[in-house]
Structure formats: C-alpha cells, structure tokens
C-alpha cells in the first residue's frame, strides 16, 4: 500500500486521496501543528515509511533528499474540482517505481 505524510493541504484533499485508496497520515490529525519544526515533519516521514506530500515550499526542501516528497503548488489544488487532478497526477509519479523503490531514492517531484 502507498503511505502518504500530509501536510499543509486541505482536509477535503486528504479525504479524496483516501477515497483513492491510499494509507494517509494528516500532520493536522496527529497533532503535528504548523508550529512543529520542519525536521519533526521529516523525520516523522522517514520513520514511518512514507512520501511526504505537501504544498510547503520551505518544508519540501527541508528534506534535503532525506525522504521521498511530493510538492504540491498550492494554486494545483486549493478548489475541491482539482482533487481529482492531483489523484490522477500522484498515481502517474507512483507508477514510475515501487513504493519501496520511491522510498529508497528520496525522490523529489512538484505537481503544478
């Protein structure tokens, strides 16, 4: 199964890409608050096995190719009608390799 860490988008986009089917963690849900450092958001992906998935600019790069992530600009995604897009965009990168490949490489892609 693909496993997603989720921050900074919208609850109604974390309820479609679990509509699609995909195990996601939303940093909102767990108690990871915008005021936790970007680190603690990196270092929860890592230790948990999945791609971090957010629209946060700063905490995309704060990975430093230290987990697989998925940037997402936020003017791609912010209106309900455009979550099917980013279902549809997410599938076409995770078809590129096995989610355990994807892990490995700390791969790093933008939706836009």
């Known amino acids: 199964m693909i496993k997603f860490y989720v921050d900074n988008l919208s609850r109604d986009a974390v309820k479609a890409l679990r509509n699609a089917g995909f195990d996601v963690v939303y940093s909102a849900e767990i108690g990871m608050s915008t005021s936790i450092k970007d680190k603690e958001h990196v270092k929860y992906a890592q230790q948990e096995s999945r791609i971090l998935l957010t629209a946060d600019t700063r905490l995309a790069k704060e990975c430093n190719y230290e ?28 078809n590129l390799y096995p989610f ?10 933008v939706i836009s």
Do not use: A, D
């Not at 987990?67 to 980013?86: A, D, F, Q, W």
């Not at 490949?101 to 790093?108: A, D, R």
């Open 67 to 94: 987990c697989s992530v998925i940037l997402v600009h936020e003017l791609t995604i912010n209106k309900p009608k455009r979550y099917g897009y980013l279902v549809k965009e997410i599938s076409k990168i995770l």
């Open 100 to 109: 355990e490949e994807f892990l490995k490489l700390n791969l790093f892609f």
